[in-house]
């Protein structure tokens, strides 16, 4: 196979005009829903876990840099994605932006990457949620039966992981209804989590004292370096929304908005909270699942416990719902674009959704959670992420000069310095990622490229010269008769 056929690109006007000719979802996200979806899926696991463990073993006091060292990679690659959801408002996020951009194998790189970064994060998360639904339950004087409450070897008689595999199962279910259902549950969700972080700040501040936070870098910058390729965890996941283009009102101009909105919030929040966290208690009593739950126990203060607790259990769900969204949206833009069968490119017929790849997505991620350990299944997860921020910002520089022409509803100021910035931050945390995460990821690189040149390569779209055929009646009649519910959308 030649060079050329490997980076063949689907040009942006022709991205553009696909997503208008093919009309297959339906657009009805406004800024602040598209936002949610970000803060659902940066407001999480993070905020309510990390923050206490990583202050307790590798920050300090100074986990709050550690936030915002990630914050900076994390806010470089925001700006780069923010105006790439401007220029092609398509749904697949950085696969499509690589598409367009970089060619075809980058492009099936970056999207069989982050199917398998999406899908951990929702095991992950959905094993922590699991963890707080334990909680909650325990402190309402109930108990789960010892067989369903982990993995195996994660306790004595553990057998699986009942609440996590339900709990990625209910997601699935959710997102295969229609959009503006599950869009409405997550800012729901979000809300409600928003307020428990803001009940942590706000009544722990009368409480904080400062001689907590000496030292305040107890194990050195090195220690909050190390910290922050922990936390980057928690500052990505406004990605996310991006692949809900297609079912935003006005994507050229609302994306770029809510990914910036969205990142700068929960970095505030993040901030605040840290700051408060390691002043309430002792930063090395905080190594443990419910770090904010055992400060505010230690101080006296157990309704704040309780209602953290509980908004935790709702939260989380924005979390799993955020990034299993994200999962089925690149995995049905790659069946669309022929690199997957086209099978997983359908839409359900009543509802407007990518009912397969999320009915799949939700299978997978509830066995993954339900069998395996947290720590293993986390390691993968930052890796993936990092190295599509690295994609993403190198191919604003290359789009700047190849497409200066093209038009931009946000522009990054400062190029090619704050993309190469992004690059320089991220290649820097992912050096200091543990060898056997490299050593799965690279594994599952190798079948993805095996599946890629087995099949891909020859049912691509781009070979045939022509547009995918979706083998679902009820698009063709749904472009052949007007809709109440279609936003007409124009680029």
Request: charged fraction near 10%.
């Amino acid at each position: 196979m030649s060079l050329q056929a490997l980076m063949r690109t689907k040009s942006i006007e022709q991205l553009q005009s696909e997503t208008v000719q093919r009309g297959q979802f339906r657009r009805v996200l406004g800024l602040w829903q598209l936002t949610s979806i970000g803060l659902g899926g940066l407001i999480g696991v993070g905020i309510f876990v990390l923050t206490g463990v990583v202050a307790a073993t590798q920050a300090g006091p100074a986990v709050s840099l550690s936030f915002v060292i990630a914050g900076i990679a994390s806010a470089a690659a925001a700006l780069c994605y923010a105006e790439f959801a401007g220029m092609i408002p398509v749904a697949g996020s950085a696969y499509t932006y690589g598409y367009a951009v970089l060619g075809e194998l980058v492009a099936w790189v970056i999207g069989w990457d982050l199917l398998l970064e999406y899908a951990l994060v929702v095991a992950v998360v959905s094993i922590g949620w699991s963890g707080y639904v334990q909680a909650l339950v325990g402190q309402l004087g109930m108990m789960l039966p010892a067989w369903a409450m982990g993995a195996p070897g994660t306790g004595v008689g553990h057998v699986v992981d009942l609440a996590a595999m339900l709990g990625s199962l209910g997601v699935a279910g959710l997102l295969m209804l229609r959009i503006e259902w599950g869009a409405r549950f997550n800012t729901a969700m979000v809300v409600i989590k928003i307020a428990a972080v803001i009940l942590v700040i706000v009544a722990g501040l009368p409480h904080v004292h400062t001689t907590n936070w000496h030292p305040f870098m107890p194990y050195g910058f090195g220690g909050v370096v190390e910290g922050a390729a922990v936390v980057f965890f928690a500052v990505f996941g406004y990605d996310t929304l991006t692949t809900a283009a297609e079912e935003a009102r006005d994507p050229q101009r609302q994306l770029p908005r809510a990914v910036l909105l969205s990142l700068a919030i929960s970095l505030v929040l993040y901030i605040a909270m840290s700051l408060v966290l390691t002043g309430l208690v002792r930063y090395d009593t905080l190594n443990n699942a419910a770090p904010v739950a055992t400060a505010f126990t230690a101080i006296g203060l157990p309704w704040v416990t309780l209602l953290v607790s509980a908004a935790a259990v709702a939260g989380i769900v924005s979390v799993m719902l955020a990034f299993m969204l994200a999962c089925a949206r690149i995995g049905f833009a790659m069946s669309r674009d022929g690199l997957l069968p086209a099978w997983f490119a359908q839409v359900h017929p009543r509802f407007r959704t990518p009912h397969r790849p999320t009915l799949i997505a939700g299978v997978l991620t509830a066995l993954v959670a339900g069998f395996f350990p947290i720590r293993e299944v986390a390691e993968l997860v930052n890796i993936g992420t990092l190295s599509a921020f690295v994609i993403i910002c190198l191919a604003v520089i290359v789009l700047r000069r190849t497409r200066p022409d093209a038009p931009r509803t946000f522009r990054i100021p400062l190029v090619p310095w704050i993309p190469l910035a992004g690059v320089g931050f991220s290649l820097w945390l992912l050096s200091k990622l543990p060898a056997v995460a490299w050593e799965r990821f690279a594994v599952w690189m190798a079948l993805g490229l095996l599946l890629y040149f087995s099949y891909g390569r020859r049912h691509s779209v781009l070979a045939s010269g022509g547009s995918v055929h979706v083998q679902d009646s009820s698009v063709s009649e749904s472009l052949s008769r007007p809709s109440r519910n279609r936003t007409k959308y124009s680029s």
